[in-house]
């Protein structure tokens, strides 16, 4: 099939989050599966690509032949940040995407080949399904081709004052509160769930979750009566990019069969963070967006408790100003036990992976999470919340004895926190047992060829 992927951000060229990964990484496997695929995306600041296809975007190539297609406009993206400035998001966002959405429309048309799949990622391109069945429904160069929107996180759903609404450019008839209105404003998510031909969302449990009250963020409803068209495909790993056998970013190299090397790069890890480097004190890592959904309430409710525990913290993000000031402070408070490291920085990510024994990501929800993977890949052990993409990628050790390959909080709790993180200093001083555990985990396999087997039905399921 002839499938385009419309995103705000692909791996390399963007990154804030999972978002961009699984952007680059699932075109290359859809490629390798025998689909001709492409991508659309915004021609950020950041992306530098120099050649140019036309007027409307620059051009780019990945895997073996998947064209990216930058979309041009200098005051809507030439920007320091993909969707904000300062922690607030950009105040044109609605009529920056809706720009993108539009433009990339214009431009397969002027690509010329008809479309099959258009599939769309997260609010940005959330107009895009309704632009197919409405201004662009007569369209014959449109006729055969069906979106997929896929939900990567459903708290962040694009919704702006209705005063914005014109400039959308549609009918007034789509403001209704079964479309586009959500509590009397747009909210372009919407639009995606209820326009789209297929909705999936990143792992069976998260499809459950959104369908209920507890979950849904007010599109419990929207989400369930769609319910025979919504699917949760766990999103994949990639696996030669994260390899500790062969990562550019890490050396010595190592495995499941050969360990050691973890001492020595738990080693340099202590010294990056600027930690006393201890030989046996455990490790415990983190890396990731800083913000509400990662579980940060629970670190401070617990901060007393742990450092009265024998362990070390390395905590590495950006995000939300308040919570990189929280672990600044908690870092200043115990500087031997607590590091902050507070920027973005890809050498260091494969460090805390590397180097830590386990790692640490108590989320509130988790669409997927696609760092307790890289961590079982890297032999670090996760601690994760019972929730969303973790219960579908962690089984407990203790209950699940035989194939277990981490620590799954039994509540979402300072005490929760802390009886698991008791576990697994139980477990850090039985030495053959935690290396078989750290073996177990290191085997585990997300992979996205079995992700494309689901996708290749839900697409099949678009055309029927
Ligand atoms: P989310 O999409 O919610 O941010 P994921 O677990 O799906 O979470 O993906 C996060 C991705 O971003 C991972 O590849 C992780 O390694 C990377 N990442 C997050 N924060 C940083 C950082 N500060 N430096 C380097 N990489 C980061
Ligand atoms: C989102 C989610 C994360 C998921 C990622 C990629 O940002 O927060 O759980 O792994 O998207 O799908």
């Given at each position: 099939m002839r499938i385009v992927f419309a995103a705000s951000e692909v791996l390399p060229f963007a990154k804030t989050g999972g978002l961009a990964d699984v952007c680059g990484a699932l075109p290359v496997e859809l490629e390798a599966a025998g689909h001709e695929v492409s991508i659309i995306m915004p021609y950020y600041k950041e992306v530098g690509v120099k050649k140019v296809f036309n007027d409307r975007a620059q051009v780019d190539v990945i895997g073996q032949d998947i064209k990216v297609y930058f979309i041009k406009h200098k005051a809507f993206f030439g920007r320091s940040s993909l969707y904000g400035d300062n922690m607030n998001d950009y105040p044109d966002n609605l009529e920056r995407f809706a720009f993108f959405c539009r433009q990339a429309l214009e431009l397969l048309k002027e690509i010329g080949k008809p479309v099959d799949i258009i599939h769309c990622h997260d609010w940005q391109t959330g107009l895009i399904p309704l632009l197919l069945k409405a201004p662009y429904a007569g369209e014959a160069f449109f006729s055969a081709t069906r979106t997929v929107f896929t939900i990567h996180n459903l708290a962040y759903q694009g919704v702006f004052p209705k005063e914005e609404y014109a400039k959308l450019g549609l009918e007034e008839k789509f403001f209704n509160d079964s479309q586009v209105e959500f509590y009397g404003k747009v909210n372009l998510l919407k639009a995606g769930i209820v326009f789209s031909d297929y909705v999936t969302t990143v792992s069976p449990q998260y499809a459950k979750e959104i369908q209920t009250r507890e979950w849904g963020c007010g599109l419990e409803g929207v989400l369930q009566s769609r319910k025979g068209r919504l699917a949760g495909i766990l999103n994949g790993l990639d696996y030669e990019r994260w390899n500790p056998e062969r990562d550019v970013f890490i050396d010595p190299a190592f495995s499941a069969r050969d360990q050691l090397a973890k001492k020595i790069h738990r080693e340099k890890l202590q010294k990056v963070a600027g930690l006393p480097v201890l030989a046996d004190i455990p490790v415990f890592g983190f890396v990731g967006r800083l913000c509400y959904q990662k579980g940060f309430d629970l670190i401070e409710g617990a901060f007393e408790e742990l450092m009265h525990r024998p362990i070390q913290l390395v905590f590495l993000g950006v995000g939300e100003k308040k919570y990189q000031e929280l672990l600044k402070k908690l870092a200043r408070k115990n500087p031997q036990r607590f590091a902050a490291l507070v920027r973005y920085d890809e050498d260091i990510a494969h460090q805390v992976y590397a180097g830590a024994d386990f790692f640490l990501m108590p989320s509130v929800y988790e669409p997927c999470g696609l760092t307790q993977m890289i961590a079982l890949r890297y032999g670090?052990?996760?601690?994760?919340?019972?929730?969303?993409?973790?219960?579908?990628?962690?089984?407990?050790?203790?209950?699940?004895?035989?194939?277990?390959n981490g620590f799954v909080l039994s509540s979402y709790s300072v005490s929760g926190l802390l009886e698991a993180l008791d576990r697994a200093l139980g477990l850090y001083n039985q030495k053959e047992k935690l290396a078989a555990l750290i073996a177990q985990a290191m085997d585990c396999r997300f992979t996205w060829q079995s992700s494309v087997k689901h996708f290749n039905e839900v697409y099949a399921a678009c055309r029927s």
């Open positions: 670090a052990i996760p601690l994760v919340s019972g929730v969303g993409g973790f219960l579908d990628t962690v089984s407990d050790c203790g209950v699940n004895k035989k194939q277990g």
